[in-house]
């Protein structure tokens, strides 16, 4: 009787996963846009949840000890407690500061005044953009910090969606953004309610690298700024994630290579990540979208982690995405 139900439960992985001793996806559930950290003694994902504009009122999250067993943290922030999010809550990005965690989030898909999807009838069209919630813990729950967006308005042409924060060794902390091909860079105040203007008076520069579409992450290693992105169409298996490197954490970025793209043996349209290296062991790694294979909706996205390697010039490796995920790599105290 035993090794009938051990049988059924490994052929019940099977169909769900493709193997039974898969690690990836994290979870079953539909997430996208995932943004990973470590706080404390866990590490944490923040995406977005997977569905139809009009559902995409709520975030989760996931924490887990040793990057292979996660727990799910229902609802740490959601529309109700935003008043001006409406609809298509994205890429949840948060990061520690003075003892509180700062959630920054995208919210309505703002539309630009006379594009194409902009409906001057409706106002849900009119507003939007980039916004910030704080809480006392990393798994909220989440207020929202000003009552409106920190970021509502286009600047050179970027949507103020998919934001990523990061602080420098100097202690600066910059936000980069941007959808619709664009990307831009500001720096943040010291409470991250607004930006400081850079040299010239602007408070954002366009730091856009040739084949962007939107998806930011920035990351330093050894002395190396390296920025990364995804292109292609997010809607299917053109999707993708490119990289440039730099000595300055505003650019100029020149596209080196594709790191991470559709494997037809696994799953297509990867993209939209967020790249860790373990406080413990100095490994480093990718957290992402992918589309399982068969895909039957535009929303069936799963997030993943696999390793991010490093040649000995400092170039990123291609990521082989894997179901199996990564060792476990536990956090010490």
């Given at each position: 009787?035993?090794?009938?139900?051990?049988?059924?439960?490994?052929?019940?992985?099977?169909?769900?996963f493709?193997?039974?001793?898969?690690?990836?996806?994290?979870?079953?559930?539909?997430?996208?846009?995932?943004?990973?950290?470590?706080?404390?003694?866990?590490?944490?994902i923040?995406?977005?949840?997977?569905?139809?504009?009009?559902?995409?009122?709520?975030?989760?999250?996931?924490?887990?000890?040793?990057?292979?067993?996660?727990?799910?943290?229902?609802?740490?922030?959601?529309?109700?407690?935003?008043?001006?999010?409406?609809?298509?809550?994205?890429?949840?990005?948060?990061?520690?500061?003075?003892?509180?965690?700062?959630?920054?989030?995208?919210a309505?898909d703002?539309?630009?005044?006379?594009?194409?999807?902009?409906d001057?009838?409706?106002?849900?069209?009119?507003?939007?953009?980039?916004?910030?919630?704080?809480?006392?813990?990393?798994?909220?729950?989440?207020?929202?910090?000003?009552?409106?967006?920190?970021?509502?308005?286009?600047?050179?042409d970027?949507?103020?969606?998919?934001?990523?924060?990061?602080?420098?060794?100097d202690?600066?902390?910059?936000?980069?953004?941007?959808?619709w091909?664009?990307?831009?860079?500001?720096?943040?105040?010291?409470?991250?309610?607004?930006?400081?203007?850079?040299?010239?008076?602007?408070?954002?520069?366009?730091?856009?690298?040739?084949?962007?579409?939107?998806?930011?992450?920035m990351?330093?290693?050894?002395?190396r700024?390296?920025?990364?992105?995804?292109?292609?169409?997010?809607?299917?298996?053109?999707?993708?994630?490119?990289?440039?490197?730099?000595?300055?954490?505003?650019?100029?970025?020149k596209?080196?290579?594709?790191?991470?793209?559709?494997?037809?043996?696994?799953?297509?349209?990867?993209?939209?990540?967020?790249?860790?290296?373990?406080?413990?062991?100095?490994n480093?790694?990718?957290?992402?979208?992918?589309?399982?294979?068969?895909?039957?909706?535009?929303?069936?996205?799963?997030?993943?982690?696999?390793?991010?390697?490093?040649?000995?010039?400092?170039?990123i490796?291609?990521?082989?995405m894997?179901?199996?995920?990564?060792?476990?790599?536990?956090?010490?105290?």
């Amino acid at each position: 009787m035993l090794r009938r139900i051990t049988t059924c439960v490994a052929l019940s992985l099977v169909a769900t996963f493709g193997t039974a001793v898969a690690k990836n996806p994290i979870d079953p559930g539909w997430y996208a846009d995932p943004e990973v950290a470590v706080f404390g003694d866990r590490y944490w994902i923040y995406p977005t949840t997977s569905a139809k504009y009009d559902e995409q009122v709520y975030f989760d999250a996931f924490s887990s000890p040793d990057l292979v067993n996660w727990t799910k943290h229902k609802r740490i922030l959601t529309a109700d407690d935003i008043t001006w999010a409406r609809r298509a809550m994205w890429a949840p990005c948060c990061v520690e500061r003075d003892g509180k965690y700062y959630l920054f989030f995208a919210a309505n898909d703002l539309q630009r005044p006379g594009g194409p999807l902009y409906d001057k009838d409706n106002p849900n069209n009119h507003t939007g953009g980039i916004g910030v919630a704080v809480a006392d813990r990393p798994e909220g729950p989440f207020k929202d910090l000003l009552g409106k967006p920190l970021i509502a308005e286009f600047h050179h042409d970027a949507q103020p969606i998919d934001q990523c924060v990061f602080q420098d060794d100097d202690g600066a902390w910059y936000l980069y953004y941007g959808g619709w091909g664009h990307c831009n860079v500001g720096r943040l105040n010291d409470d991250f309610t607004g930006f400081e203007p850079f040299d010239d008076g602007q408070l954002f520069h366009e730091i856009t690298p040739r084949g962007y579409v939107e998806g930011p992450v920035m990351f330093k290693r050894d002395g190396r700024y390296y920025f990364m992105w995804s292109q292609g169409g997010w809607t299917n298996g053109t999707y993708h994630v490119a990289y440039a490197m730099s000595d300055s954490p505003t650019g100029p970025f020149k596209r080196v290579a594709t790191v991470l793209e559709s494997d037809k043996n696994i799953a297509t349209g990867a993209g939209h990540h967020s790249v860790l290296r373990s406080p413990t062991s100095g490994n480093w790694y990718i957290v992402y979208h992918r589309r399982p294979i068969p895909n039957k909706d535009r929303d069936h996205r799963v997030t993943c982690v696999d390793k991010l390697e490093f040649n000995d010039d400092g170039m990123i490796q291609t990521v082989k995405m894997t179901f199996e995920g990564v060792s476990p790599d536990p956090i010490q105290d």
